[in-house]
């Protein structure tokens, strides 16, 4: 079956550690797209990427890295500039065409600093 | 830039009435699409409905429309005979079809009461 997959669900991070997070999609979309979302927020975007070896900042990159040097995998790293990464994670990915009605998401990773 | 706009924190209904939930967005674009989703306790992301820019007729999608009105910037949610299981969060979101930059809005707990 066609999907995403995060990778952890529940992860935990030790203060001052980078640590990255998986997203695996299998549906051949060229657009993916990574979102932190704090208890009863909204999604905000870290970072997006139209294109294999190519991605743009979102509106909270700061703290945040990605690569994208395949279509199927959008990796995101939470480094320790970011102050405050205990979040929840959700990572989505859209067929870019115009009127396409959906992006998919995975089942998202929760992460804490301890 | 793009911005969503939810104005509408919580809201609160009688099982079997309708319901509207608010969402306005700026854009200077003038291809784009517009996205509702469902995310219950759960957390997952539950597609509802879409609007594209350019369609002249609101869409629709079983007990789900969209009201879309292109010169307010105004693309609000309506639920006919609200059902227990609407109890979620909701959340407008809009893709730009250039650059493919797709923002959330802060969303919307609705309680759905007995």
């Known amino acids: 079956d066609g999907g995403i997959t995060q990778s952890p669900k529940y992860l935990f991070r030790k203060e001052g550690q980078n640590v990255t997070l998986s997203c695996e999609q299998n549906l051949n979309h060229d657009a993916m797209y990574w979102y932190r979302q704090d208890p009863g927020q909204g999604l905000r975007l870290i970072y997006y990427?139209?294109?294999?070896?190519?991605?743009q900042k979102g509106d909270i990159a700061e703290g945040y890295s990605v690569s994208r040097e395949k279509k199927e995998s959008f990796p995101l790293t939470v480094t320790s500039a970011q102050k405050n990464p205990t979040a929840f994670y959700l990572c989505?990915?859209?067929?870019?065409?115009?009127?396409?009605?959906?992006?998919?998401f995975g089942q998202g990773t929760r992460l804490t600093v301890v | 830039a793009q911005k969503i706009t939810q104005t509408q924190p919580g809201m609160f209904v009688q099982e079997k009435e309708a319901v509207t939930l608010d969402c306005t967005y700026d854009t200077s674009d003038q291809s784009y699409g517009l996205f509702w989703y469902k995310q219950p306790s759960s957390g997952e992301m539950i597609f509802l409905i879409y609007?594209?820019?350019?369609?002249?007729q609101n869409a629709t999608e079983g007990r789900y429309s969209l009201n879309f009105q292109k010169a307010r910037k105004s693309a609000n949610l309506v639920i006919s005979a609200s059902q227990l299981g609407d109890s979620a969060m909701y959340f407008c979101a809009m893709r730009d079809e250039g650059a493919q930059k797709l923002v959330f809005g802060q969303g919307t707990r609705l309680t759905i009461n007995p």
């Open positions: 989505a990915s859209i067929w870019p065409g115009r009127g396409s009605t959906e992006a998919f």
């Open positions: 990427s139209q294109i294999v070896n190519d991605f």
């Open positions: 609007q594209g820019s350019y369609d002249e």
